[in-house]
Nanobody
Framework: QVQLVESGGGLVQPGGSLRLSCAASGFTLDYYAIGWFRQAPGKEREGVLCISSSDSSTYYADAVKGRFTISKNNSRKTVYLQMNNLKPEDTAVYYC?????????WGQGTQVTVSS
């Protein structure tokens, strides 16, 4: 069974950092692209960053360039989203999504709140 589980969210002050994790089970990251998405209250879900099976990363959101990075550890089957210099507008539920061909799987999300 393909499953993704996010963790690492929480409350952080503006300017702080968090690292989110997306742990995969039931499949190997060698063949999957993993993307991070976020959904703020009252807004549509938007793409943030994606990492391909060959480790190339793609930014979907200009607002996070220079602050967020994505990486993965294939042996641990985990993808990380490092978020630095967080801003209140980064507050959202963050989701990871795994895709391989027509297969798609979403995690349940983790809440990130940036507030003083």
């Amino acid at each position: 069974q393909v499953q993704l589980v996010e963790s690492g969210g929480g409350l952080v002050q503006p300017g702080g950092s968090l690292r989110l994790s997306c742990a995969a089970s039931g499949f190997t990251l060698d063949y999957y692209a993993i993307g991070w998405f976020r959904q703020a209250p009252g807004k549509e879900r938007e793409g943030v960053l994606c990492i391909s099976s060959s480790d190339s990363s793609t930014y979907y959101a200009d607002a996070v360039k220079g602050r967020f990075t994505i990486s993965k550890n294939n042996s641990r089957k985990t993808v990380y989203l490092q978020m630095n210099n967080l801003k209140p507008e980064d507050t959202a539920v963050y989701y990871c999504r795994g895709t391989a061909g027509s297969t798609e799987s979403w995690g349940q999300g983790t809440q990130v709140t940036v507030s003083s």
